[in-house]
């Protein structure tokens, strides 16, 4: 089976990582980008290496998934570890063991600590729980791979403590630009569900409240779905097996065919048939289907399960982002939950890494009336907070003047030389949330770049590197930029060093003062 592009760029900087003496490394992939394949052709590696590679996860099905996967793409075969079955005296090199039944006590003493070399973790994103942590002290020399789908920098905080490094990052926005998942439509719909009432339990809203909260809303909810649904093929996700199940019999007062499956539900496997087959358009389920369950064919998916969590929403809409015949985008119903705090996952967290561009798609959303493309509305918001950022720039930089700064603010440079990716960082892993280090604030000060509002180390070194780039490719200084900026010039920061340089020159030449035939708010040098 060859690798996409991505997924072999992915799987190199996973080596890369290993080789350079990282022994706990991520791999972040959108939900429907092949992350199973991925690790499979890991595994295929290492094994090729003479490594004993262990593959866990928390579910059953996500093991089953990862057997199936090895034997179709690599021709491999696997023991498991799981209840009864053990993989020891297995001449199978890869185990595909669950968790629960690994952190055993009595089962982990069976394993010597070097017996596997390298340890693949599906759905990383669970490794922080006590069991993970457990097994990964037991086998503390192997090589550790975390795989999980979720975008939310939150987590990435989180999973920096087991992780020490982010090996390769594939963005939803880049799979659905390079055509390897389906366009995504958001629709706000202008029903207010409030959840003031609702608690709160280990970080997420608790969905027994929840489903209080909802019960009241369900037909008008059902009646905003005939609107948009009824030709479309979609999967609702509710938070308790009784909303779920009320919720598929009032569809079906409406004109649905709607089906309903639950983790007690004994005729799961032939009901997902039936809707995959299009004996139903509507799935209903209280949290069944976040993960290891694939149905190309959807084509609109409904969150009615309010979440603050990044990578559960993700996982949600992932049910309807793969590919399929006939299927041009998926429709992501929005509902107007009320909330007290800015926390609830909304379409603009599947895409905006900047919270204050999130919060702007959000309204932007909300007064738009009809769906629209999430990476349309993602840079349109981008646009708008640009200009809100220049506007407040503009009045920062008038209060330098008066101060007689000679050193460039950070936000001006990044503002200058046009630099989402530096004004929009935010630390991922421990060695970045550090403080800046005083040899980074002495350079940082020497090349002209006031330090004293950089507050972590990983921004100090992005930076650094970001100047001396500049430099080897011969563009503008700092104090060129605070020098011309400050005297009206705009977006200096993408300018040669040559033209600044002679601009400045001819301005010296001038007794300081700006030639006639320039008008600083309109010049662009040639």
Known sequence: MELRPYQQEAKDAIFSAWDNGVQKTLLVLPTGCGKTIVFAKVAEECVRKGDRVLIMAHRGELLNQAADKIAKATGLGCATEKAEETCLGSWFRIAVGSVQSLQRPKRLEKFAPEYF????????????????????????????????????????????????????????????????????????????????????????????????????????????????????????????????????????????????????????????????????????????????????????????????????YSQMVGRGTRLCEGKDHLLLLDFLWHTEKHELCRPASLICENEEVAQKMTENLEIAGCAVDIEEAEEKASEDVVAQREEALAKRLEEMKKRKKQLVDPLQFEMSIQAEDLSSYVPSFGWEMAPPSDKQIKTLEKLGIMPDEIDNAGKATKLLERLDKRRTEGLTTPKQIRFLEGRGFTHVGTWGFGTAKNLIDRIAGNGWRIPRDIDPSTYKPK
Not at 185 to 214: H, N, R, W
Not at 228 to 253: A, G, H, W
Request: charged letters at 25%; hydrophobic letters at 35%; one cysteine or more.
């Open 117 to 312: 070399d390298t340890i693949i973790i599906d759905e990383a994103h669970h490794s922080l729980s006590d069991g993970y942590q457990r097994v990964l002290e037991h086998f503390s020399d192997a090589r550790v791979l975390g795989v999980t789908a979720t975008p939310d920098r939150g987590d990435m905080k989180n999973l920096g403590q087991v992780f020490e490094s982010l090996a390769y990052e594939y963005t939803l926005p880049k799979a659905i630009k390079s055509g390897f998942l389906s366009p995504i439509k958001a629709l706000t719909i202008p029903l207010k569900l409030d959840l003031t009432g609702v608690g709160t339990q280990s970080g997420d809203y608790k969905v027994g409240d929840i489903g209080t909260a909802l019960d009241p809303y369900l037909y008008q909810i059902a009646d905003e779905m005939s609107k948009y649904c009824m030709d479309r093929k979609t999967v609702v996700f509710l938070p308790l097996i009784k909303t779920s199940q009320k919720f598929r019999d009032i569809l079906n007062e409406k004109g649905f065919c709607a089906a309903e499956v639950n983790g007690e539900s004994t005729d799961r496997e032939r009901v997902l048939a039936d809707f995959e087959n299009d004996k139903y358009n509507v799935l209903c389920n209280s949290m069944l289907l976040t993960e290891g369950w694939d149905c190309p064919s959807v084509d609109c998916i409904v969150v009615l399960r309010p979440t603050k969590v990044r990578s559960l």
